[in-house]
């Protein structure tokens, strides 16, 4: 190696050195607790204890962030209940509000309700009603195409099968009627609930208006 260029390296050697050295100055630090349950400030954290969790500290030993341990599966799945009930209690609260706000644009009062429960139920019953007429009026169909039937049998002839068919048909009408006016009355019901469940909580709604009312004039006092 040529003398003159040892200065040159010597130099080069140092910076690195000194380059290595900053690093190493300004690195962060991490904390944790070894497995002997002591407190232990260092460059890294052994990978078989990163589980138990930890803390990075910057140059001037001050908290960076804190890495937590890792949760047992058992706590994971308590944690996920929780989520979940959580966000459950929000979405009740959310359906709460908008059912409210809904109200509160619908209706001035009770009075409010009641009408609309009424006409919704005025229009249920009169379909109904005319299901009902339907039903009489295919069971009459029926009845008259029993008697021409019979009359046909009595006077020695055979029924015609398009006059079975229709009895037949007639039959069917009549089962798909009556499930129509059992469909109606159960919509009859539900309607008549969901209203009341409008009504007692416009009610609440209410209530909660004067009381809060009441207490801003007993203070005003």
Same mark, same amino acid.
């Given at each position: ?9 010597? +130099? ?16 962060? +630090? ?48 308590? +944690? ?5 009930? $959580? ?118 709604? +209410?209530?909660?208006?004067? $009381? ?10």
């Amino acid at each position: 190696m040529n003398l003159s260029s040892q200065p040159f390296l010597t +130099l080069i050697l140092a910076a690195v050195i000194f380059s290595g050295l900053s690093q190493v100055a300004v690195a962060d +630090l991490y904390r944790y607790v070894n497995e002997e349950g002591n407190i232990v400030v260092d460059y890294q954290v052994p990978p078989e204890l990163v589980h138990r969790g930890y803390e990075i500290l910057g140059k001037d030993g001050r908290v960076k962030e804190v890495i937590p341990r890792t949760l047992t599966s058992e706590e994971r799945m308590a +944690l996920s209940e929780e989520e979940k009930q $959580a966000q459950h209690r929000e979405e009740q609260k959310s359906r709460l509000r908008e059912w409210d706000e809904s109200l509160m644009l619908r209706y001035s009062s009770i009075e409010d309700i009641e009408a609309a429960r009424n006409r919704a139920l005025r229009e249920l019953h009169i379909r109904v009603s005319i299901l009902k007429s339907n039903t009489r009026s295919l069971k009459q169909q029926i009845e008259n195409s029993q008697a021409r039937a019979a009359n046909i049998e009595r006077g020695g002839g055979e029924v015609p099968f398009e006059l079975m068919q229709n009895i037949d048909n007639l039959q069917q009408e009549i089962g798909m009627t009556d499930r129509s006016i059992v469909d109606r009355e159960q919509e009859i019901s539900e309607v008549s609930l969901s209203f009341q469940r409008d009504i007692d909580r416009f009610q609440s709604l +209410l209530d909660l208006v004067e $009381a809060r009312r009441s207490h801003s004039v007993s203070n005003t006092n």
